[in-house]
Each structure stands twice: as C-alpha cells, then as structure tokens.
Antibody, heavy 123, light 108 residues
Framework: QLQLQESGPGLVKPSETLSLVCTVS??????????WAWVRQSPGKGLEWIGN???????YYSPSLKSRVTISVDTSKNQFSLKLSSVTAADTAVYYC???????????????WGRGTTVTVSS | EIVLTQSPGTLSLSPGERATLSCRAS???????LAWYQQKPGQAPRLLIY???SRAAGIPDRFSGSGSGTDFTFTISRLEPEDFAVYYC?????????FGQGTKVEIK
C-alpha cells in the first residue's frame, strides 16, 4: 500500500527557498503507472496544484509558479522533492505530496496523498 | 485557466438525507479529467470519484458523480455521520490543473 510522507522546515524566511521532500513507501518511485505531485492549500487560495514529475524526470508545472518551482526525483532514495524560490507570505500553506495514476504517460487523478506539512513564510 | 465554481458554498442537511453538489467549469472539461475529493479538518483530501463517475477503490456506492462539458454533479444518496466534510471538484485535463473552492456539507 503506497504511502507518502512530507518533510522539511516549517519556517522559511521571505526571499529564501522553500525545500520539501516526499518519501515514498510501499511502492517504487520508478513505477511507470504512477506520477508524483505537489499541491498546496492556503486559507486564501484553497487547493492549488504546483506541479508533477514522472520517474523519468519529465516535469509539468503550474504556469503561475513555473518561474520559481523545481520538482525533482531521487530514485535511489525513493523520494521526490520540491523547491520554491523567492518565497513571500503568500506561499504560506499546507504542502501536500501526492501520487497519481499514469497510463501511456498521460497523467490522471491523484489518488494517494501525504498528510501534509505546514510551511510558514516569516522573518 | 479553467475556473471551477462549486455550489452551494454550504449545505446543511441531516443524516439520511440526499446531498447534491454542483461544479461548473468556465470551459469544457473532458469527462475523463474530473474528480471529486472529500476533506475533513486536519486531513489530506481523499479521492472519491475520478473520470466524472468512477468510484475510487473502497468508496461506498452512496457516492456518485455525473455530468459533462461544463456542468458536473456529485451526489451522496444517504448521508452518513462520517460524510459531513468539505468536498472539492478538480479538473486535471488542462495545462493548469485547478480545484473548485469547495462545498461544506454540515449537520443541520
């Protein structure tokens, strides 16, 4: 049974880079039928999709965040990560990692989610 | 960007009653790419419905979805105590995936 767990600092200073890691257990991050995603949730903006990555390293980012986001995968550690640069208070949110179903490299629904981690941007 | 507008914002119902939630898209969404999630306080979203009408693994058949184009509906046929939560629709068919703002189903 696939399980995901987010980890990383809960407090980030403005203008710095937010870095989170998602550890995958109960399955392989190299699975061809899965993709890996980051979603965040803030009171002001609700649920917001950040981006996806496939085990091959192919990435797909939200156009609104694309200039600041990097998602990468580490197959040796069965982890994927999120980096969000130049953060502001608007980036304060609960960050979720998730796994979705992929077929023929088309990404479908996200069906397994981590518990989420709260990140606050403040000096 | 496809904007998803959910209505009503809050639905006050009693256990045993039927809940009908609406999700309207600003542009047409392929029925393959519309999902519904349930979220309870302090928990991650839980997938209930994908592809407009397919129930996710382990989801009871009192939950159902329908619709096409720009109008989608999510129904709980008979509310159980554990169904009181916030429900989100989600489209994953465009370049920018988006979520609705949520409908809260509360106990009347």
């Amino acid at each position: 049974q696939l399980q995901l767990q987010e980890s990383g600092p809960g407090l980030v200073k403005p203008s710095e880079t937010l870095s989170l890691v998602c550890t995958v257990s109960g399955g392989s991050i190299s699975s061809i039928t899965n993709y890996w995603a980051w979603v965040r949730q803030s009171p002001g903006k609700g649920l917001e999709w950040i981006g996806n990555i496939y085990y091959s390293g192919s990435t797909y980012y939200s156009p609104s965040l694309k200039s600041r986001v990097t998602i990468s995968v580490d197959t040796s550690k069965n982890q994927f990560s999120l980096k969000l640069s130049s953060v502001t208070a608007a980036d304060t949110a609960v960050y979720y990692c998730a796994s979705g179903y992929s077929y023929n490299r088309i990404f479908y629904y996200m069906d397994v989610w981590g518990r989420g981690t709260t990140v606050t941007v403040s000096s | 960007e496809i904007v998803l507008t959910q209505s009503p914002g809050t639905l006050s119902l009693s256990p045993g009653e039927r809940a009908t939630l609406s999700c309207r898209a600003s542009q047409s969404v392929s029925s393959l790419y519309l999902a519904w999630y349930q979220q309870k306080p302090g928990q991650a979203p839980r997938l209930l419905i994908y592809g407009t009408s397919s129930r996710a693994a382990g989801i009871p058949d009192r939950f159902s979805g329908s619709g096409s184009g720009t109008d989608f509906t999510f129904t709980i046929s008979r509310l159980e105590p554990e169904d009181f939560a916030v429900y989100y629709c989600h489209q994953y068919g465009s370049e920018r995936w988006t979520f609705g703002q949520g409908t809260k189903v509360e106990i009347k």
